[in-house]
């Protein structure tokens, strides 16, 4: 049962302020047996709220629980094979890549021409970079390629 508005209001007229010699400074004269039975209402009412929200947190842990039990799925969304052999291609080059022109004669042989071939150095997480006039793999290249080589490796 959700508290309202009304309940509050209940609570804080119950909470009177006093002067310092502990006389009410109220001007409502409710006895005080009104007042502790609309606070023990509201108190009632939000006892009864935090027991659906601790529920709630409870199904929201079991959720992350079972979340964290299962495998994560890949980062890596569905690419053609050639993608892969391309940045395969890059690879077997070694450490310094390969010069520009080879790496679009490269990708001719895959079947890329010189406007597909740029998509491979856009974006936050490129796998090919362009160092010195040489085309070489970028660390997230080099998951990409392993995660792709770890999946044709496993049946």
Do not use: W
Not at 71 to 93: C, F, K, Q
């Amino acid at each position: 049962m959700p508290v309202h508005r009304g309940q509050v209001l209940l609570a804080a007229e119950c909470i009177q302020p006093s002067d310092s010699f502990g006389k009410s400074m109220a001007t409502d004269e409710r006895s005080s047996g009104t007042r502790r039975r609309g606070a023990e209402n509201v108190l009632a009412a939000l006892r009864a709220e935090l027991g659906r929200l601790r529920d709630g947190l409870e199904r929201v842990e079991e959720n992350l629980g079972r979340l964290e039990r299962e495998e994560p799925p890949s980062r890596a969304r569905a690419r053609p094979e050639r993608y892969y052999e391309v940045l395969l291609d890059v690879y077997e080059h070694g450490r310094h890549g390969l010069d520009a022109e080879a790496f679009g004669r490269l990708g001719e042989v895959r079947g890329y021409d010189a406007r597909g071939l740029g998509g491979f150095f856009v974006g936050s997480r490129a796998p090919l970079r362009r160092v010195e006039r040489r085309v070489v793999l970028t660390p997230e290249g080099h998951r990409l390629l392993d995660e792709h080589l770890g999946r044709r490796a496993t049946p």
